[in-house]
């Protein structure tokens, strides 16, 4: 069961039990029935009436009353009446009315009348609707040849019996209410688990520590303490690694500016157009470092931001640089929600890579739904299955060499995997047709699903290059 929950999980244990025990009840009592008559269980009370009649045609009047008091029992209240009571034999009923004339044998037209009466009828009331069968009870009217009639009321376990049902499948509904009264139990003990994968997961995309209130049993509480202590160390250490990034962004542009104004006062040469080339790789890579470690915590809602403009702002300034770019797609506005500048990134970084390796880049934005893709191809030689599960990682380059003019430092998807999956969206990388590499973006709509709480639950692309 890889896709239930424990709480799902123990329910279908629970669940599946009693069904169990309820089947091989219902199979125990149609194995212990089947040499029955074909009455069944009301046989036995229809023989106890006629064989009650039958003793009170043999006895005298003194001793009439002594064999109804002692046939009277609980559910079995039997009199003797001199006046015909008004009984009507419904149709249903109608084989009771002949078993009893053939178990007491004598005249085939004996008077013999049964009718079901309703819960608090103590009259002639019929039972004609399901619900008036709670509490009912039945009235068998015989004849008598010695002159009178016996006049029986049955109830409680009779009325059961009579409409066919074993006892144990009572005792089986009531496991079932049980049951359920222990599944929400359950639900209730395991709530805190649920909850509790539900923040680390979107602590994972995130880096923001989310407080999960402590309840349930002791040890629950113990784990939900130790993660949320967790959450508060991880999301320090990230923030210092920020900052300190951030510092040493600074002081290096401090350094890096130095150096430039210094080469400006040296004489044209070839050392210099290399010791500024040296420089600008040094910047670049300053700023490719301090954007991934900003996009750990780049904020992911605040405003609703239209990929179609964002798109069409970075074909404009591509075309201007003379990059091979084409944008399809894009003429009805797409929102999502999210932070601009980082989706903002997000293209850019995508673009770049595709011109980079590519050659173009074909852009397209195409609406699923409740979702957005945002998808950049390119003509280059693509991404080998075997490396679109480590292109992700930092520093990786599919390019073997470390030359910043044919590639990046290797932080271009990794930057981008953070804020899509920050955003609640999920990158994939395929195969172009016609050969090159597809990069995919899917990002949740704005307005359809809460973005915050579903983005730790995507799982992570299963490919990524620089």
């Known amino acids: ?114 009718a079901l009466i309703g819960g608090e009828t103590v009259g002639l009331g019929r039972v004609e609707r399901l619900r008036d069968l709670r509490g009912a009870r039945l009235r068998l009217v015989v004849g008598l040849e010695s002159g009178g009639y016996l006049d029986v009321l049955a109830g409680g376990d009779l009325t ?54 402590e309840r349930g049993a002791p040890d629950v509480r113990l784990v939900i303490r130790a993660v949320n202590a967790m959450q508060a160390r991880i999301a320090e250490l990230v923030r210092m690694r ?62 609703r931001v239209d990929l179609c403009a964002l798109a069409r702002a970075e074909v404009e300034a591509r075309l201007g640089e003379g990059g091979a770019v084409s944008l399809s797609g894009a003429d009805a506005p797409l929102l999502v929600n999210g932070a601009r500048g980082a989706l903002a990134r997000v293209l850019a970084n995508l673009v770049g890579n595709a011109l980079t390796y590519g050659t173009c880049a074909d852009i397209a934005l195409i609406d699923l739904g409740d979702e957005v893709e945002l998808r950049v191809d390119d003509r280059g030689p693509g991404i080998a299955v075997a490396e679109r599960a480590s292109v992700f990682e930092p520093f990786y380059r599919v390019e073997p060499s470390r030359n910043r003019d044919s590639g990046g430092a290797g932080l271009g998807l990794t930057i981008v995997r953070q804020i899509v999956e920050g955003h609640g969206g999920e990158v994939v990388i395929d195969d172009r047709p016609g050969g090159g590499a597809r990069l995919r973006v899917l990002l949740p709509k704005a307005g359809s699903a809460d973005q915050a709480e579903s983005a730790a639950s995507t799982p992570a692309a299963t490919a990524k290059r620089d």
Not at 6 to 15: K, P
Not at 83 to 94: C, H
């Open 160 to 213: 059961v019996r009579l409409l066919g049902l074993p006892v144990g499948l009572i005792a089986g509904i009531l496991g079932f209410l049980v049951a359920l009264a222990a599944l929400f139990a359950v639900r209730r003990e395991t709530r805190p688990l649920s909850d509790l994968a539900e923040v680390v997961e979107r602590f994972g995309a995130r880096l923001e520590p989310l407080e999960v209130p």
């Open 1 to 114: 069961m890889p896709r239930f929950g424990i709480a799902a999980r123990i329910a279908i244990i629970v669940v599946g039990a009693l069904v169990v025990v309820q089947v091989l009840m219902l199979v125990a009592y149609i194995t212990e029935r089947r040499g029955a008559a074909p009455l069944g269980p009301f046989v036995p009370m229809l023989q106890r009436v006629a064989a009650l009649a039958q003793l009170l045609e043999e006895v005298g009047p003194t001793q009439r009353e002594l064999a109804l008091r002692a046939t009277t029992v609980s559910g079995f209240a039997p009199v003797y009446v001199t006046e015909r009571p008004q009984v009507e034999t419904p149709a249903y009923l109608g084989f009771a009315a002949a078993r009893i004339r053939q178990l007491m044998g004598g005249p085939p037209d004996r008077f013999v009348a049964l």
């Open 242 to 303: 920020t900052l300190v990034l951030g510092a040493i962004s600074h002081d290096l542009r401090t350094y890096l500016t130095r150096l430039r104004l210094r080469l400006e006062l040296l004489p044209p040469g070839p050392q210099v157009e290399k010791a500024q080339a040296d420089l600008s790789g040094m910047q670049a890579l300053v700023d490719d470092a301090l954007a991934f470690a900003r996009a750990t915590f780049a904020p992911t809602q605040g405003e």
